[in-house]
């Protein structure tokens, strides 16, 4: 019997209560994990950086930035290509860095409308500026590290969109027939293009190792980072330009570039470079001097702007959203807080993971220490045994239950690329039906790890507090409530798209 759309959302809200309920309740074993090491000091380099609102100046510049090919600086963005066949673009800083560890943060977007786009858009560093090349608008044989978004599969393997790291040493010529999967460092599967949200990529130096965290643009939260790659043991040239560059092929895409942020970082216990003693008291000067004069400009600005427009003063400016456009955000904030959720889930379940291996390697010690000895210890032995049997039992059930919450956290995924991308109403419902079916495989292992656990006596210092009832029907007001409104979301929903 074919099932609607509201049932399986209805099975699935059930199953999402049942495992947060198991998520409070290992919260408390989750919190006595290990403690990080100390993070380093960062601080912000604005002469490396820029974002908006005051992104270009009057002339079209970008302050102590260079651009060249078609890359177009606006107020409060830099777009590196239009979405126009065959074109390049880059941005570069006019200095050189010189820091020994560092962070960059860089906001961007991915649009177009087919389904697939070219060329792609790269993160540099290296020795010299590469204006105009072949290598995602930059030049080939550049002597640092290249980090890589490309969007266009060319080797026809299925594996683009893509996040590859690259590293070079002035000779080597980018392998573009194979997307330079010959020559990555690092590489981690991620659609980056036409999502709901600004992308955010944060490449991170530190200690001879650089990683790469990636938001999804699936949510407002900028701090919603995943992994994506390491590569440690790596050396890169102490001095060098940053750079941001894109292309398009025989497919285009809007490449645009929201922000670029820099910090340098300090390892904890050093001191950070005084700021005064980079900056010369000339050039400290100036900067105040064009700063004063700026402010003044703008005063006289806004007297003439109120003398022109008497009416307008104090009035708010009103920004209207429309019902589809409330209705989709309202659905995506609604999968937002599920993925969160299941996330979470998933770190502490691998916490516990890792608690559990303790303990079954400390009473396979104890199990050790106990057979040298004779005679007496051999009841002491079976007991032990008797315990690391049933750690082994817990432990394994804790695997399949970390598999089943990254398997939904899939497909959460899944759906919510879905969704952007604007997916049928069949593909919705399948999606929603794999949701279900892991979720009540993750709630059928939770009650029988917690009635393994009830029947041993061995385990009765760590105990599961016992699942809540599951309600055993539903009653038909609340089930027709139920129905209309999501036949009300997903028609709103199909008709917006």
């Not at 550049?142 to 969109?161: E, Y």
């Not at 293009?193 to 955010?200: E, L």
């Not at 409104?485 to 917006?496: A, D, E, P, R, T």
């Given at each position: 019997r074919p099932v609607g759309p509201t049932r399986p959302a209805l099975y699935f809200v059930l199953s999402f209560l049942a495992a947060a309920t198991f998520h409070r309740s290992v919260a408390d074993v989750a919190t006595d994990g290990s403690k990080s090491e100390e993070p380093p000091h960062r601080r912000f380099e604005y002469k490396y950086s820029f974002k908006g609102p005051h992104l270009a100046q009057s002339?079209?510049?970008?302050?102590?930035?260079?651009?060249?090919?078609?890359?177009?600086?606006?107020?409060?963005?830099?777009?590196?290509?239009?979405?126009?066949r065959s074109?390049?673009?880059?941005?570069?800083t006019k200095n050189k860095v010189n820091f020994e560890h560092w962070e960059a943060e860089v906001t961007f977007r991915v649009s177009g409308r087919g389904r697939t786009g070219a060329d792609g858009l790269a993160v540099w560093f290296s020795t010299a500026q590469g204006i105009d090349g072949p290598v995602y608008g930059a030049a080939d044989r550049?002597?640092?590290?290249?980090?890589?978004?490309?969007?266009?599969?060319?080797?026809?393997?299925?594996?683009?969109?893509a996040i590859i790291v690259v590293g070079n040493n002035g000779n080597l010529v980018y392998d573009h027939q194979n997307d330079g999967s010959t020559q990555a460092l690092g590489?981690?599967?991620?659609?980056?293009?036409?999502?709901?949200?600004?992308?955010?990529?944060?490449v991170t130096y530190y200690k001879k190792?650089?990683?790469?965290?990636?938001?999804n643009g699936f949510t407002p939260d900028k701090e919603d980072y995943e992994f994506c790659t390491k590569v440690e043991n790596m050396v890169i040239p102490t001095e060098g330009f940053f750079g941001i560059s894109a292309a398009t092929g025989g497919l285009a895409d809007d490449h645009d570039v929201l922000s670029f942020l820099l910090f340098r970082l300090t390892e904890p216990g050093q001191q950070p470079p005084s700021v005064d003693a980079e900056i010369p008291k000339e050039e400290k000067d100036k900067y105040q001097e064009e700063f004063e004069n700026f402010q003044q400009e703008l005063d006289k600005k806004k007297e003439e702007f109120q003398k022109e427009h008497p009416n307008v003063q104090g009035e708010p400016i009103e920004d209207y959203e429309s019902v589809n456009e409330r209705e989709i955000r309202q659905v995506f904030e609604g999968q937002n807080r599920i993925h969160l959720e299941i996330k979470q889930?998933?770190?502490?379940?691998?916490?516990?993971?890792?608690?559990?291996?303790?303990h079954v390697s400390v009473i396979t010690d104890e199990i050790n220490k106990k057979a040298t000895s004779a005679g007496s210890g051999q009841v002491e032995s079976q007991q032990l045994g008797s315990v690391i049997a049933t750690q082994q039992e817990v432990l394994k059930s804790l695997n399949e239950l970390r598999t089943s919450f990254?398997?939904?956290?899939?497909?959460?995924?899944?759906?919510?690329?879905?969704?952007?991308a604007g997916m049928g109403t069949y593909e919705t419902i399948q999606h929603f039906n794999d949701i279900k079916e892991h979720l009540h495989a993750v709630k059928r292992d939770v009650e029988q790890l917690a009635q393994r656990n009830a029947q041993n006596p061995a385990e009765k210092a760590v105990k599961c507090p016992e699942m809540p009832p599951m309600p055993s029907c539903l009653s038909t007001v609340h089930f027709a409530i139920f129905v209309v409104?999501?036949?009300?979301?997903?028609?709103?929903?199909?008709?917006?798209k």
């Open positions: 002339d079209g510049s970008i302050p102590f930035w260079i651009h060249g090919g078609s890359a177009i600086p606006s107020a409060d963005q830099v777009r590196i290509t239009p979405s126009l074109q390049r673009g880059s941005v570069w550049w002597d640092g590290i290249g980090i890589f978004f490309d969007s266009f599969d060319n080797d026809a393997k299925k594996n683009n969109p590489s981690c599967l991620r659609d980056f293009r036409n999502k709901p949200y600004p992308i955010r990529a944060k190792t650089l990683t790469v965290m990636i938001n889930l998933n770190r502490q379940l691998a916490m516990i993971l890792d608690e559990q291996r303790r990254h398997n939904s956290l899939n497909q959460i995924g899944s759906v919510q690329q879905g969704n952007a409104i999501q036949s009300v979301l997903f028609f709103c929903y199909v008709m917006y």
